[in-house]
C-alpha cells in the first residue's frame, strides 16, 4: 500500500436531520477555508432526487393525516350506530323502563358504556395488531 497509495479516494459523508439542510450545509462547505479541501460536492447532482422525495415525503406525511382523520371520523360513526342499534333492540326494554319511572341516564348509561368498552376493545386489538407489524417493518421502512 505504501508503494502505490492508497487507491480509494478519501470522502466524507455528511447526512442532515432534513433535505432543507443540505443547502446550507453545501454553502458552509464552499466558503474559504474548506472549499481548498474539498475537491468536489455532488449534493448538486442528487439535489433533483431529494427534492422530489422530500416533497413525496410531505404529502405521504399529508395523506396519511387526512386518512387518519377519516378513519377516526369512520371510528365514531361505527360506535355511535352501534349504540343506536343497541338502543333500538332494547326498544320493548326502554319503554317498560321508562313506564316505571326511569331516568333518561339511567336508561341510556349502559349503552354508554357498552359502546366505550367496544372502543376500549377495539383499540387494544388493534394495538395488538399493529405495534408488531410496525416495529418488524420499522427497519425495513426507514433509511
Do not use: H
Not at 442528487?46 to 422530489?52: G, H, N, Q, R, W
Not at 357498552?114 to 416495529?135: N, Q
Amino acid at each position: 500500500m505504501e508503494e502505490l497509495g492508497n487507491p480509494l479516494l478519501p470522502t466524507l459523508n455528511i447526512e442532515a436531520k432534513e433535505a432543507s439542510q443540505y443547502d446550507v450545509i453545501v454553502n458552509f462547505l464552499e466558503q474559504g477555508k474548506y472549499k481548498q479541501v474539498i475537491n468536489k460536492i455532488n449534493y448538486k447532482q442528487s439535489k433533483p432526487l431529494t427534492e422530489k422525495l422530500s416533497k413525496f415525503s410531505k404529502n405521504t406525511q399529508r395523506t396519511g393525516a387526512i386518512v387518519s382523520v377519516v378513519l377516526i371520523i369512520v371510528a365514531g360513526l361505527v360506535t355511535f350506530n352501534t349504540i343506536c342499534l343497541a338502543m333500538y333492540n332494547f326498544r320493548d326494554e326502554i319503554a317498560v323502563m321508562r313506564l316505571v319511572g326511569a331516568g333518561d341516564w339511567y336508561i341510556r348509561d349502559p349503552f354508554i358504556v357498552e359502546g366505550i368498552m367496544y372502543g376500549i376493545i377495539a383499540a387494544v386489538a388493534t394495538l395488538i395488531f399493529c405495534f408488531p407489524l410496525l416495529y418488524f417493518s420499522l427497519s425495513k421502512i426507514t433509511i
